[in-house]
């Protein structure tokens, strides 16, 4: 059997790698127009801010590929026809397949403002971002040590790909970006202005809404990390909508616009959120879903007969019922896994994918923050317990609970082991309990006092 699989991140990678462990005969080729080795999407902002290696966020070793028997093809897919089970590369190349899993993964969703094609204008979302980002604002890698990436330029990309490498306002100008400027106040936005903060730069942060991250944070939250942020020097605009971005005559980016005015800028990182990579499947038969995603079943099955997805650009059933695509870097990972065993023609609870509860972590400038389950989801009968810490420590705790038991957790200020979060979800424990039993969950380093809870809260 030949395995094909488009994209070499986190779900491709693991579905080879589960593949390889149940079928050692099997033949399994990655295709990627992004880069040639598997690397942490999630760890770009390191990279950036020079506190990591290219190399350091690579998962596996660079022999990966040899040492698992799988084939590398370099390029970019246009095309499917699945009557004939053959995918067409930007070159003209042909490939075949007897099983095909798409793990393309997300694409930055474009501005769709005037000016957005400026020369200073770009994302924070893809490895040829990323170089761009280095470049406006360090004029080359951040990281000394950092080996060059030969071959980085794939001949058969297309002008909309997202892979395209593209050029730097800083290089156009001759000199670095002083005033750069992110638009869209999300987790990819936060990151973007920290590595501009870390450069020493006093970055401008425009944000459509009243506050930061309102899908994630609430507004008591929000008010601190934007006191932090403002702390720090940035620039935080809450509810500006972009209108239009200028440029000079030499098609550099000089300013965006807003319904509150115009700001001096020489570089925008536009983070209005990341939409599925699959416009080349629009003719293939496969069924997407409103937005993109690749439609699958439990099994990460499309509608067509031995074609799967799963990553970001799947659209899987939520258990609120909804469909649409998961952009994590773990729930890609489990579905590259389950992907994998359904091509083997498995049945069962292995070869079926869950929704598990869903969390995350970061660092949001200085602010730790931990988020388990549903929040922010305004589910059936929610109720909220929330505390405010301020002594040596500053933190805040919010509990979501109904009356089956809690159900999310949004916690800033500590670290949290979500594992145990996860546990108090899923035994359905109460709100009672939990306040009990939260310090079972405590992960904050040595010396750190611990977090006394009251009994009544918010
Ligand atoms: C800055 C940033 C921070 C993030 N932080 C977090 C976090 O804290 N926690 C979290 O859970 N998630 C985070 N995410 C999201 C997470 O990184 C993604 O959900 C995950 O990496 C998606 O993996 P994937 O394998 O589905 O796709 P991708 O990693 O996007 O891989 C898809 C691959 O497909 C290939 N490809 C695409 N189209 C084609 C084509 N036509 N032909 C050939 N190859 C193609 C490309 O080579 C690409 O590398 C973050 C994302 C970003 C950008």
Same mark, same amino acid.
């Given at each position: 059997?030949?395995?094909?699989?488009?994209?070499?991140?986190?779900?491709?990678?693991?579905?080879?790698?589960?593949?390889?462990?149940?079928?050692?005969?099997?033949?399994?080729?990655?295709?990627?127009?992004?880069?040639?080795?598997?690397?942490?999407?999630?760890?770009?902002?390191?990279?950036?801010?020079?506190?990591?290696?290219?190399?350091?966020?690579?998962? &596996? =070793?660079?022999?990966?590929?040899?040492? %698992? @028997?799988?084939?590398?093809?370099? !390029? *970019?897919?246009?095309?499917? #026809?699945?009557?004939?089970?053959?995918?067409?590369?930007?070159?003209?190349?042909?490939?075949?397949?007897?099983?095909?899993?798409?793990?393309?993964?997300?694409?930055?969703?474009?501005?769709?403002?005037?000016?957005?094609?400026?020369?200073?204008?770009?994302?924070?979302?893809?490895?040829?971002? &990323? =170089?761009?980002?280095?470049?406006?604002? %360090? @004029?080359?890698?951040?990281?000394? !040590? *950092?080996?060059?990436?030969? #071959?980085?330029?794939?001949?058969?990309?297309?002008?909309?790909?997202?892979?395209?490498?593209?050029?730097?306002?800083?290089?156009?100008?001759?000199?670095?970006?002083?005033?750069?400027?992110?638009?869209?106040?999300?987790?990819?936005?936060?990151?973007?202005?920290?590595?501009?903060?870390?450069?020493?730069?006093?970055?401008?942060?425009?944000?459509?809404?009243?506050?930061?991250?309102?899908?994630?944070?609430?507004?008591?939250?929000?008010?601190?990390?934007?006191?932090?942020?403002?702390?720090?020097?940035?620039?935080?605009?809450?509810?500006?909508?972009?209108?239009?971005?200028?440029?000079?005559?030499?098609?550099?980016?000089?300013?965006?616009?807003?319904?509150?005015?115009?700001?001096?800028?020489?570089?925008?990182?536009?983070?209005?959120?990341?939409?599925?990579?699959?416009?080349?499947?629009?003719?293939?038969?496969?069924?997407?879903?409103?937005?993109?995603?690749?439609?699958?079943?439990?099994?990460?099955?499309?509608?067509?007969?031995?074609?799967?997805?799963?990553?970001?650009?799947?659209?899987?059933?939520?258990?609120?019922?909804?469909?649409?695509?998961?952009?994590?870097?773990?729930?890609?990972?489990?579905?590259?896994?389950?992907?994998?065993?359904?091509?083997?023609?498995?049945?069962?609870?292995?070869?079926?994918?869950?929704?598990?509860?869903?969390?995350?972590?970061?660092?949001?400038?200085?602010?730790?923050?931990?988020?388990?389950?549903?929040?922010?989801?305004?589910?059936?009968?929610?109720?909220?317990?929330?505390?405010?810490?301020?002594?040596?420590?500053?933190?805040?705790?919010?509990?979501?609970?109904?009356?089956?038991?809690?159900?999310?957790?949004?916690?800033?200020?500590?670290?949290?082991?979500?594992?145990?979060?996860?546990?108090?979800?899923?035994?359905?424990?109460?709100?009672?309990?939990?306040?009990?039993?939260?310090?079972?969950?405590?992960?904050?380093?040595?010396?750190?006092?611990?977090?006394?809870?009251?009994?009544?809260?918010?």
């Amino acid at each position: 059997m030949h395995v094909v699989i488009i994209g070499n991140g986190v779900a491709g990678m693991e579905a080879a790698l589960q593949i390889r462990a149940e079928a050692p005969d099997a033949g399994v080729t990655l295709v990627s127009e992004e880069s040639d080795h598997f690397f942490s999407r999630t760890a770009l902002m390191w990279v950036h801010s020079g506190q990591m290696s290219h190399r350091d966020i690579e998962p &596996l =070793e660079r022999d990966a590929y040899v040492r %698992h @028997g799988f084939t590398r093809v370099r !390029g *970019r897919v246009v095309s499917l #026809d699945a009557a004939s089970k053959r995918l067409t590369l930007g070159d003209g190349e042909t490939l075949d397949y007897d099983k095909l899993l798409i793990a393309c993964g997300s694409r930055p969703r474009p501005g769709p403002w005037r000016g957005s094609d400026l020369r200073g204008v770009g994302h924070f979302v893809t490895l040829q971002d &990323l =170089e761009w980002y280095e470049r406006e604002l %360090h @004029g080359g890698p951040s990281h000394a !040590g *950092r080996p060059p990436r030969p #071959d980085q330029h794939v001949p058969s990309s297309r002008p909309d790909s997202p892979y395209l490498p593209r050029e730097a306002a800083a290089e156009a100008r001759g000199s670095l970006s002083k005033r750069p400027a992110v638009i869209g106040g999300g987790l990819i936005g936060i990151e973007a202005v920290e590595v501009a903060h870390g450069k020493g730069l006093h970055p401008h942060f425009f944000i459509r809404d009243e506050w930061f991250w309102p899908m994630a944070i609430d507004a008591t939250e929000a008010a601190w990390i934007t006191e932090r942020m403002r702390a720090h020097g940035v620039h935080v605009h809450l509810q500006h909508e972009v209108e239009h971005l200028e440029g000079d005559a030499q098609g550099n980016l000089t300013a965006v616009v807003t319904n509150h005015g115009r700001f001096e800028v020489d570089c925008a990182v536009v983070a209005i959120g990341v939409v599925p990579n699959t416009q080349w499947l629009a003719d293939s038969g496969v069924a997407l879903d409103a937005g993109g995603g690749v439609v699958v079943d439990a099994q990460q099955r499309t509608n067509v007969p031995d074609v799967f997805a799963a990553g970001d650009c799947a659209s899987v059933r939520w258990s609120t019922g909804a469909q649409r695509p998961e952009q994590l870097w773990y729930t890609g990972r489990d579905q590259g896994r389950v992907a994998a065993r359904a091509m083997l023609g498995q049945t069962g609870h292995a070869a079926t994918y869950r929704r598990p509860t869903w969390y995350n972590s970061a660092k949001l400038m200085d602010i730790e923050y931990t988020t388990v389950g549903f929040v922010n989801m305004n589910q059936p009968g929610e109720r909220e317990w929330f505390f405010e810490e301020r002594g040596a420590v500053r933190s805040t705790t919010r509990i979501v609970h109904t009356d089956t038991g809690v159900i999310g957790f949004n916690l800033l200020g500590r670290r949290w082991d979500h594992s145990v979060l996860m546990e108090f979800i899923d035994a359905g424990r109460s709100l009672a309990y939990v306040l009990d039993h939260l310090h079972e969950a405590a992960f904050d380093t040595e010396l750190v006092p611990p977090l006394v809870l009251p009994r009544e809260a918010r």
